[in-house]
């Protein structure tokens, strides 16, 4: 982040990040309130009631609500004050963490969703891993503050040592469960008091001119007045002051205390991210990078969303813009096929509506409707042979056979199960011999998630059965070599839905064996998004 030179306004505005957290923890609790002191949703609960709406509709979406996980990610923007948020929501269970692993290629931050009661959870501590590969900034809310939760320090310290990161408080909270009242905006020097009677009340914000203001002792009770100057003594001289620098580079994460569900907190954690949370980076791309001020668009595509709306059978390619000043209609150069692509209706997500989107620049997510042509990893730019890197593409780690309810429908199913492959839900192979699919995935609840999509989407009953083999390899080398080692192994190869070539097998031996009598060919567990 250092010098770099200033972006124009409308670019430097823009604050893209998403929130990561474990299940239940306030996530889409704090997505509401944001809305709503973004001014996208006029009540709390609208999230939730457009949610449940949306969620009747199908079997698939009830399960997702049983199960108290999101699948699909999709992203929202709103303004703040003067900023442009673009929050990009990540699935939170742990068998999508492809997904997610994806979806925080397109971010700048992330905040980081803690209940203040239970710390930080395994979800929560997988999530910050992958944003610890990237080297994002992090930013803390420790969430649930009028429930009884742990020791303020305790809760620091196991941030710290469970995750390898400098901690250093934005707020500092006065009392705890049922005494919480508020607390002290350390780096403003206010005292925020939390309204219990009234959720949607934004809290009564003091201005106080240092801790030894006689103005603390008017607002806050003597016995938490005395315990909470005590901590913040404390916590003065062992934690770490606040550093912008080190929390753009990801070794130190600023914590703000609140309850998103009282709407207490939300508005400091929105006015750190756009002070904090940085503007739009440059993105890492071959054969060179790009800067978000270039005034050409280059975007890249993170996510594939299939049948969004049941009644459009569309997809909606999500791409992060890089770079430029996008206007509707333009025509932009598809870097993969060296098509163009006139781009006349894009759409932006406000709250759960899409809108048409006149305009974009850099840092903003456009969902492009499209038939197929857009994939994971796609680049679009204005003429320029770019690529982003960095996009990462996964190992399926188990596989099954798929095969459909009624033997008929085979080409249907194929036809499911290739849309699939393209959104990046899983990867399905077609042996050369025998009838039926391998579909290979990262969490085994992604099984159950494509039956029950294959079943709604397409109106297709499908079983998923252990297969006989457990590990997939794509095969490189030159056309021939790779021609006559498939011919050589039938039983073991298969296509992807690119058409290339992948080895099937159950056996580390039989990877060893082709590695040591095919010296031209070479095998690998992933297969880099193109
Ligand atoms: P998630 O998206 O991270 O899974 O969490 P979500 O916002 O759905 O919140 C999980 C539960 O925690 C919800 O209760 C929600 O109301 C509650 N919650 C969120 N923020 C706070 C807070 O600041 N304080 C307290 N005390 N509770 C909070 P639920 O009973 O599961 O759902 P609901 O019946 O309230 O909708």
């Not at 309130?33 to 939730?48: E, N, P, S, W």
């Not at 979406?61 to 108290?68: I, L, N, T, V």
């Not at 919480?180 to 219990?196: H, K, P």
Request: hydrophobic letters at 40%; glycine letters at 6%; one cysteine or more.
């Amino acid at each position: 982040m250092t010098n770099r030179p200033q972006l124009p306004p409308e670019i430097a505005r823009r604050r893209t990040f998403a929130i990561i957290s474990h299940p239940d923890a306030g996530k889409t609790t704090l997505t509401e309130k944001f809305l709503l002191y973004g001014g996208a949703i006029q009540m709390a609960g609208q999230v939730r009631a457009k949610g449940e709406a949306r969620r009747t509709r199908s079997d698939f979406m009830q399960m997702e609500k049983d199960r108290g996980i999101s699948v699909s990610a999709s992203a929202m923007s709103f303004d703040f004050d003067k900023y442009r948020f673009n929050l990009v929501d990540t699935p939170g269970h742990s068998d999508f963490s492809e997904d997610t692993y994806r979806t925080l290629t397109a971010v700048d931050a992330a905040v980081m969703v803690i209940d203040g009661a239970k710390g930080v959870e395994s979800q929560t501590q997988k999530l910050f891993e992958v944003c610890r590969l990237r080297d994002l900034p992090i930013l803390t809310f420790c969430n649930k503050m009028d429930r009884e939760s742990r020791d303020t320090f305790e809760i620091i310290d196991e941030i710290q040592e469970n995750l390898a990161i400098d901690v250093t408080p934005a707020a500092w909270p006065i009392g705890v469960g049922r005494e919480f009242m508020g607390t002290y905006d350390i780096l403003r020097d206010r005292l925020e008091l939390m309204d219990r009677a009234d959720r949607n009340k934004v809290a009564e914000s003091i201005k106080i001119s240092g801790l030894d203001d006689p103005k603390l002792a008017e607002h806050v009770p003597a016995h938490l007045l005395e315990k909470f100057l005590e901590e913040i003594e404390m916590a003065k001289e062992l934690l770490p002051k606040l550093d912008p620098e080190s929390v753009l580079n990801g070794s130190m994460t600023p914590i703000w205390f609140g309850s998103a569900i009282n709407s207490f907190g939300v508005k400091e954690l929105m006015d750190g991210i756009a002070t904090y949370g940085p503007e739009p980076q440059v993105q890492s791309a071959s054969p060179r990078n790009v800067a978000p001020e270039e005034p050409k668009v280059a975007g890249f595509v993170f996510k594939v969303q299939a049948n969004m709306d049941p009644k459009h059978r569309d997809r909606v390619a999500f791409v992060r813009l890089a770079s430029g000043h996008f206007e509707r209609g333009m025509k932009l150069t598809h870097v993969r096929t060296k098509k163009i692509m006139a781009v006349t209706n894009p759409v932006m997500f406000l709250a759960a509506d899409r809108e048409l989107a006149e305009e974009a620049y850099a840092g903003d997510i456009l969902g492009i409707p499209n038939h197929g042509q857009l994939r994971i990893g796609d680049t679009l730019t204005e003429g320029e042979a770019i690529r982003v890197t960095g996009i990462p593409s996964f190992a399926p780690e188990l596989l099954q056979t798929c095969r459909a309810g009624d033997p008929m429908k085979a080409k249907h199913l194929e036809k499911a199960l290739m849309q699939f492959a393209e959104e990046g839900a899983a990867k399905v192979f077609k042996p050369t011999f025998g009838s039926g699919f391998i579909v290979g995935v990262v969490g085994a609840l992604q099984f159950e998630v494509l039956a029950s999509r294959i079943e709604m989407e397409y109106g297709l009953p499908v079983r998923f059965e252990g297969s006989q083999f457990t590990s997939a390899r794509w095969v490189h080398g030159p056309k021939d070599a790779v021609e006559k080692f498939a011919d050589a192994n039938k039983q073991h190869i298969a296509e992807d839905n690119d058409g290339d070539v992948v080895y099937l097998t159950r056996l580390q031996w039989d990877i060893d064996r082709v590695e040591r009598d095919y010296p031209d060919i070479k095998l690998s567990a992933t297969k880099e998004m193109m």
